[in-house]
């Protein structure tokens, strides 16, 4: 069984683009969780679907985010006009019934 | 969700046991206790979780007190590999409607193990 996969592992941009992360779940997993890490911070939760549907969203998804999970599968989490606070890791987790998440490796966000 | 406190580092021994001490005072009836660890610039783990009774694993042993209010982590044999920091979080478990699905970290214990 593959993990969760994050890509891409590192992005740098600059302040004002968009950029856009995707996430693959472990197969068969119906929950996919979205959550942010700045430095020395524990993860922050952002959001989480259950197959196709955006179940919660943390007021921390600002409405310059945008996460979709369009067929149940993969997920894209997305940020338009990036601001340097937008830096950081952008961790993805899946879990199945039995509720146990999974985290991938993270994407780490640099905005210049 | 319940709060956790924990101690905010905390040095071991390579070769000997690992005891990670959590508080979860406020825990409800519903409310499991989840530890993972994250080592530098990873993605936390999954270490293991627990409801009322002990629980063992290949990565660690969970044991909680008697009236929930608080857990201890232990790593049998720890290694330098070992070095993370460790979360402690509470949640409710699988079907409970009012919980939300999402994890609370806090801050973690810096652990740090020494040859």
């Known amino acids: 069984d593959t993990g969760v996969s994050q890509n891409p592992r590192h992005k740098i941009t600059k302040r004002g683009q968009n950029v856009t992360f995707r996430c693959d779940p472990i197969?068969?997993?119906?929950?996919l969780y979205w959550y942010r890490q700045t430095l020395g911070q524990g993860p922050e939760f952002l959001t989480y679907f259950q197959n196709e549907a955006q179940l919660e969203k943390s007021r921390l998804l600002s409405d310059r985010f945008s996460a979709e999970r369009p067929k149940g599968s993969f997920s894209t989490l997305e940020i338009q006009r990036t601001e340097q606070g937008d830096s950081a890791m952008y961790l993805c987790a899946s879990s199945s019934t039995t509720d146990t998440q999974y985290f991938g490796p993270g994407t780490r966000l640099t905005v210049l | 969700d319940a709060k956790t406190t924990q101690p905010t580092s905390m040095d071991c021994a390579e070769g000997r046991a690992a005891n990670l001490p959590c508080n979860h005072s406020?825990?409800?009836?519903?409310?499991?206790v989840y530890w993972y660890r994250q080592i530098h610039s990873q993605g936390p783990q999954y270490i293991i979780h627990g409801l009322k009774n002990n629980e063992t694993n290949e990565m660690a042993s969970l044991i909680i007190t008697e009236d929930r209010k608080s857990s201890t982590l232990i790593l049998p044999h720890a290694t330098l590999r070992d070095t993370a920091v460790y979360y402690c979080i509470v949640r409710a478990g699988v079907g409970i409607k009012a919980a939300g699905n999402k994890l609370t970290f806090g801050g973690g214990t810096r652990v740090l193990v020494k040859p």
């Open positions: 406020t825990i409800s009836g519903n409310e499991y």
């Open positions: 197969s068969e997993h119906n929950r």
